[in-house]
């Protein structure tokens, strides 16, 4: 048997061993997360988090808070977690209500002060400094084709973790770049289609992170109240497998698990 043989071997068992990334009794990982700091989900959210037992992650750009900064306060009372968003929320300009703030029309430099003025404003109305962070859309570039450049770096440089939206699968705890995990959409989505996802993730030992907008309504781009509710309580279930945890507590963790050598 060669040296290498055998220090392949014991990579093997090292990784059987370690194979295990979720705290005890857990299988896979959920975060819900909601963005824009829409009015519902401060009325009915926050009651409808409160009767499925579940915190939840809010990314937030500043305008929208100063309108109820007393409210999200409260959001954070209850032990909630409050990202960052982006001040302006710039998208592409193909959408209609993002023409005049397009990314293609954007540089590094426009969009590290639209994230930095976006974190001082939190922290001024709500004194917390957002460690999370979630990418308007979706969507990671500025500039376009041979100048286009990924602002991930500068995500990356500021925060624990940055969540894309409408992306295809879970986190895996492995691989999975913290400053652009997978963001899979919540809105409208019956509640077969979420069990599924969350059997998958404690099936394959993944992070599955849901993203929502309004909250309660049966509508476009709202998760209903009877869905969400449900969502918490079976992701609550301890024979489910499943962490039910923000953004923030589970990215800490990995990003735990992978310095200790864990991941
Ligand atoms: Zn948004």
Redesign the pocket.
């Known amino acids: 048997m060669t040296k290498q043989w055998r220090r392949r071997e014991f990579l093997a068992a090292a990784a059987v061993m370690t194979a295990a990334p979720w705290p005890a009794g857990k299988r896979g990982a959920v975060s819900l997360t909601f963005?824009?700091a829409r009015p519902s989900q401060l009325d009915p959210g926050m009651a409808l988090l409160e009767k499925g037992g579940a915190r939840a992650t809010f990314?937030v750009s500043p305008q929208r808070v100063r309108e109820r900064t007393a409210d999200w306060k409260a959001v954070l009372k209850a032990g909630h977690e409050i990202g960052n968003?982006t001040k302006s929320?710039p998208c592409t300009g193909n959408y209609a209500f993002s023409r005049k703030n397009a990314l293609e029309t954007f540089d590094l430099t426009r969009m590290e002060r639209d994230l930095d003025e976006a974190t001082a404003e939190i922290r001024e109305m709500l004194g917390v400094t957002p460690e999370c962070f979630?990418y308007?859309?979706g969507q990671t570039y500025v500039g376009r084709g041979e100048q286009l450049k990924s602002y991930i770096p500068l995500v990356a440089k500021r925060f624990v973790s940055g969540r894309g939206y409408l992306n295809e699968a879970a986190n895996d705890p492995e691989i999975c770049d913290l400053a652009y995990l997978m963001g899979t959409g919540y809105d409208q989505m019956p509640f077969t289609e979420v069990k599924r996802l969350m059997d998958a993730a404690a099936r394959e030992g993944r992070w599955l992170i849901l993203v929502g907008h309004d909250m309660g309504a049966k509508k476009f781009q709202s998760v209903e109240a009877e869905i969400l509710v449900e969502t918490c309580r079976y992701a609550n279930d301890p024979a489910n497998g499943l962490w039910l945890a923000t953004v923030g507590e589970v990215a800490r963790h990995v990003a735990g698990q992978r310095k200790s050598g864990a991941l």
């Open positions: 963005d824009d990314y968003h929320h979630a308007p859309c």
